[in-house]
């Protein structure tokens, strides 16, 4: 299936988590990471529960710090 990732086109395979997701995407970090689902913030301990369907678009968004 198809999903977009931070504006691409990705397949992926059925019933591939957020957390499934991240680690294809070798996030070394994910806490450091918001993920958008849809628009949405998807709280990190629901990661690995929710599952993405066709079509979804997904946002990754790195925490930067600065000062």
Do not use: H, W
Request: hydrophobic letters at 40%; one cysteine or more.
């Amino acid at each position: 299936m198809k999903i977009i990732l931070n504006d691409r086109v990705k397949e992926i395979d059925l019933n591939t988590s957020i957390a499934q997701l991240l680690k294809g995407e070798k996030i070394k970090a994910p806490s450091l990471i918001i993920v958008e689902l849809n628009s949405q913030i998807v709280a990190r301990d629901k990661y690995k529960t929710t599952t993405l369907k066709d079509g979804d678009r997904i946002n990754l968004v790195p925490f930067v710090c600065g000062g």
